[in-house]
């Protein structure tokens, strides 16, 4: 693994485990097994590490997002959290975390939900015969980030309870 992949994935994991605050960058170059100035180099700051972290997280998660059904949409991130563990958005977690003033971190997390939606939207559209129903989509894509905040604590089985009131609701037809 080279060194900017192996930075990168010690930095997600050591962020995700134990918050962007509390891991220094001193943290960050011993787990990595690299210098300070090598780590500098390769990321340049800790907001622009942090950006480009969720950048690649963004990436995996959105392939395994790639599915075809509303179930297959839950599904997904049930196995999302069983494979990564429950510990909320790692996306919100971080523009909690360096008070939403990082313009990197902000465009990444945007960037992120963003294209959920439009994968929600996609997803629906397909489902309901081509119908485009924005209200919908976004009701979903709540249900679908409150199944990730809420198996923090009550574990992969509120991916579960999300996912029955998802297909509730767009069997509900319009409102």
Not at 57 to 81: C, K, N, P, T, Y
Not at 160 to 172: C, G, S
């Amino acid at each position: 693994m080279d060194h900017r992949s192996k930075l990168f994935k010690t930095a997600e994991q050591l962020f995700d485990r134990h918050g962007f605050t509390a891991t220094g960058m001193d943290r960050l170059t011993r787990d990595a097994g690299m210098s300070s100035r090598t780590l500098y180099k390769l990321a340049g700051s800790k907001a622009a590490l942090i950006a480009s972290v969720l950048t690649e997280r963004d990436r995996r998660f959105l392939q395994r997002m790639d599915v075809d059904s509303l179930e297959g949409l839950f599904d997904a991130l049930a196995d999302w959290i069983r494979a990564e563990g429950a510990r909320g958005c790692l996306f919100l977690r971080a523009h909690g975390e360096t008070g939403g003033n990082q313009a990197a971190i902000t465009a990444a997390l945007w960037a992120h939900k963003q294209a959920l939606f439009e994968r929600i939207q996609a997803i629906l559209a397909a489902e309901t015969g081509g119908r485009e129903d924005p209200v919908l989509a976004e009701q979903v894509m709540i249900l679908h980030e409150g199944a990730t905040a809420a198996a923090v604590y009550r574990g992969v089985d509120a991916v579960a309870a999300a996912r029955a009131a998802a297909i509730a609701l767009v069997r509900a037809g319009p409102s």
